[in-house]
């Protein structure tokens, strides 16, 4: 059973943070706790991919390894849900078919796709844009070290009045630069990831000796 199946029920609006947490860090931590304060959500479920269609050479960290560092980072938060959907699938994980997964699931509950600057960017690159723009709303992050957040390439995908909602769905934060393929090189060149993770997070990377090899 995933962790989300424990999740209430109710008509509130679903946040999903999606991502490949390889590792988890303290950026997605705080866009997802950002999200939960800023948008009409009661939850954001975070969907760790199996493979990002954008990175198919995949993760470094095994599936269970990667939803280990979650469990402990979020282990105990109100708010955030581990939802294992995509992991279970296996394979390419397109964001269309998750959610018209959760849609099915909750077909009452609005969906808010969190995303960083980095990932608009290459919007017009996943599979189905125009869909994921029905199936849910999408709020988006600023993102340190990257270019601030540039919606016209959602131009030619929606209704003016739907693109006007996306921009003012922003989600404020301050701007952290901090990104996973960082921090693997941080581990593999002997650096310290100290505070750029939850404690006990660092521990099971070196527990398990994850990333020390480039
Ligand atoms: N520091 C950050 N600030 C804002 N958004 C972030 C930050 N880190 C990650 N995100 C967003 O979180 C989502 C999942 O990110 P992902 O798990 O791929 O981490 P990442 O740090 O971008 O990894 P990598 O460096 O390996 O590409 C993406 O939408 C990404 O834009
Ligand atoms: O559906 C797509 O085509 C698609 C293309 C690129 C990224 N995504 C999703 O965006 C999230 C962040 O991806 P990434 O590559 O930054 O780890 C993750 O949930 C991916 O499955 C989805």
Known sequence: MSDSETAPQSQQGIGILGGSFDPVHMGHLWMAESALEQLPIEHVHWIPAA?????????VASNEQRLQMLRLA?????????????????????????????HQRFPERPLYLIIGADSLASFDRWRDPERILELCHLAVIARG?????????LDSMAAPDRLRTIRESQISMPQIEISSSDLRDRVSSGRSI??????????????EKLYQEE
């Open 51 to 59: 493979t990002s269609p954008l990175k198919p050479h995949g993760p």
């Open 145 to 153: 070290g990257q270019a601030p957040p540039d919606y016209s390439i």
């Open 74 to 102: 979020l282990s105990g938060q109100e708010g955030h849900v581990i939802d294992d959907w995509e992991l279970q699938q296996d394979g390419i994980s397109f964001t269309r078919l998750t959610l018209e997964h959760l």
């Open 194 to 207: 100290r505070f750029q993770v939850p404690h006990p997070v660092r521990t099971l990377i070196s527990q």
